[in-house]
């Protein structure tokens, strides 16, 4: 019973080190700024939240922007 125990915590520790919903944040983040840059100009930094809820989690992606770059024409 014990092994058990252990092995299902060592599962458990060893998803959450893989899943880790703040680092993936972090890590959107750092991917997401110069995406958003090429097209707004930031007031301030990008944010990116997240909620557990249940079994999934919610993300939100969030920032200010001073104004939004020209397109110029944009071909349907």
Known sequence: M????TNRLNNILSNDKISDPQRVCEVLKDELKPLIESYIQ????VKVRFK???????FWIE????RIKPFGYIPY
């Open 52 to 58: 557990k809820d249940k079994d999934k989690n919610i």
């Open 42 to 45: 930031l007031d301030s930094d």
């Open 2 to 5: 014990d092994y058990r125990i």
């Open 63 to 66: 920032f200010e922007a001073d």
